[in-house]
T-cell receptor
Framework: AQSVTQLDSQVPVFEEAPVELRCNYSSSVSVYLFWYVQYPNQGLQLLLKYLSGSTLVKGINGFEAEFNKSQTSFHLRKPSVHISDTAEYFCAVSKGGYQKVTFGTGTKLQVIP | DVKVTQSSRYLVKRTGEKVFLECVQDMDHENMFWYRQDPGLGLRLIYFSYDVKMKEKGDIPEGYSVSREKKERFSLILESASTNQTSMYLC??????????????????FGPGTRLTVL
């Protein structure tokens, strides 16, 4: 079964600084990868997804992620964060041919003014 | 816009009670999901339905059951609530691509969640 590891439970970063949220997965088959964001007191919403094609994926709100098959990673990046990016971010993976996804434990991004 | 609604934002029940959590989506999605979210554990899948009257166990189905009599509605049932079921419950829906339960997973749309407290 596939699994997802988000090593950082919390990431504090100053406003306008760059940020990288790390995600590693384990699967021996082709995978589909997602990043979701949960703002305080809200449900999750999709930031971006990798299904196939270019390994660099651009999402909403200036976020992007790169699929690295050799390192089994799908790290999320933003060059300059804003206060409004304060939220919890979840990486998720699904193995090919299956519609269920497995979520990571989440990373709380705290943007400091 | 896709809308996924859940019957309650907050719910307080007593140990041993039967609890129903309702989820409704308005986008004609085939797939519907129930997750529970706990601090430090992320989201864990309880049950998944890829069509009316079809269901599949997720990672933590023990103590739960589900019902999907209509395409737009997916209910989670706690037959006899226990304190260790105190949690945030999230419902989601998505289009089904390909033959169920296989195919390429599509974007999941989430409801706002129900925070359930079992005393």
């Amino acid at each position: 079964a596939q699994s997802v590891t988000q090593l950082d439970s919390q990431v504090p970063v100053f406003e306008e600084a760059p940020v990288e949220l790390r995600c590693n997965y384990s699967s021996s088959v082709s995978v589909y990868l997602f990043w979701y964001v949960q703002y305080p007191n809200q449900g999750l919403q999709l930031l971006l997804k990798y299904l196939s094609g270019s390994t660099l994926v651009k999402g909403i709100n200036g976020f992007e992620a790169e699929f690295n098959k050799s390192q089994t990673s799908f790290h999320l990046r933003k060059p300059s964060v804003h206060i409004s990016d304060t939220a919890e971010y979840f990486c998720a993976v699904s193995k090919g041919g299956y519609q269920k996804v497995t979520f990571g434990t989440g990373t709380k991004l705290q943007v400091i003014p | 816009d896709v809308k996924v609604t859940q019957s309650s934002r907050y719910l307080v029940k007593r140990t041993g009670e039967k609890v129903f959590l309702e989820c409704v989506q308005d986008m004609d999605h085939e797939n519907m999901f129930w997750y529970r979210q706990d601090p430090g554990l992320g989201l864990r899948l309880i049950y998944f339905s890829y069509d009316v009257k079809m269901k599949e166990k997720g990672d933590i189905p023990e103590g739960y059951s589900v019902s999907r009599e209509k395409k737009e509605r997916f209910s989670l049932i706690l037959e006899s609530a226990s304190t260790n079921q105190t949690s945030m419950y999230l419902c989601a829906s998505s289009f089904r691509t390909g033959g169920a339960p296989g195919g390429v997973p599509d974007t999941q749309y989430f409801g706002p969640g129900t925070r359930l407290t079992v005393l």
